[in-house]
Every structure is written in structure tokens, then in C-alpha cells.
């Protein structure tokens, strides 16, 4: 898979991608962590931690749309991360469809899981709310 990607290095602190920004890739941490957050006026809010081998893009790289939160090289960390186009990874599916059905499945499991852990926050969220609604 490798070859089918670009490698950009990163500096801690560094921004990877904004959030809004087109994105039209998937995105294999080599070497350091990120933090995924999204911003609402003054707050940031730490939606997520990656570390080293894990990977992030997967939605906008199958839907062609913007990054839903902002990327940013952990603190104190510096980042080794690879870049793969959506018509580089569906090229590396066709020549080598056996890896290509094992990449598809691994991001499909951890975007299951990362929804899976999303709607119990909503869930909290939705009952918290529910409950300070009720006390007002």
C-alpha cells in the first residue's frame, strides 16, 4: 500500500487538516498521535485521540466531502502520517483486490466502532440534557 501513498511529516501542535476543508483521502498514522476536535465558538471540544497505526479520513474518502472536525498533531509529539487519494486506494483495490478487501474491512470495523462509541455520547448527552430540561 505504500507505494500508492504520499508521506507528509508533521511538527506537534501541527494542523493536519481544518475542519470544513474538502478531503478526498484516508490518512495512516506512521509514527506520533493526533487529536481530533471540533470548535463551537471559544470551546474546543476533544472528540478523539488516534495513536501510531490507526487512521482517519475514512468517512470523506468514501463520501467525497469535507472533514467533519479539525486534525492536529498531539502536543509534545511530531507525526509521520501517509496520505492515500480515494483514486489511488480504489486503483491499489483493483490490482490487488485480496489486500484491498482486507483494508476495506479494517476501516469499515473501526468506523463501526467509532459510531458505536459516538452514539452512547450522544446517548449520555440526550439523557443529561433530558434530565436538566426536567429540573428547569
Known amino acids: 500500500l505504500v507505494e500508492y501513498t504520499k ?3 508533521f511538527d506537534p501542535g501541527e494542523i493536519v487538516m481544518n475542519e470544513g476543508d ?14 481530533i476536535v471540533r470548535v463551537q465558538g471559544d470551546t474546543e471540544m476533544l472528540l478523539a485521540q488516534i495513536p501510531a497505526s490507526g487512521f482517519f479520513g475514512e468517512t470523506s474518502i468514501f463520501s ?15 507525526a509521520c502520517i501517509l496520505r492515500i487519494k480515494h483514486e489511488d486506494l480504489l486503483r491499489f483495490i483493483h490490482e490487488r483486490p485480496e489486500a484491498g ?3 476495506l474491512l479494517a476501516i469499515l470495523e473501526a468506523a463501526c466502532q467509532r459510531l458505536a462509541k459516538a452514539n452512547v455520547k450522544l446517548g449520555d448527552f440526550l439523557y443529561w440534557f433530558h434530565i436538566n430540561e426536567q429540573k428547569q
Not at 28 to 34: A, D, M, N, P
Not at 64 to 78: D, E, L
Open 22 to 35: 474538502p478531503n478526498d483521502s484516508l490518512f495512516l498514522i506512521q509514527k506520533g498521535s493526533v487529536d
Open 7 to 9: 508521506t507528509h511529516y
Open 101 to 103: 478487501t482486507k483494508i
Open 64 to 78: 467525497n466531502s469535507q472533514a467533519s472536525a479539525t486534525v492536529r498533531v498531539a502536543p509534545g509529539q511530531q
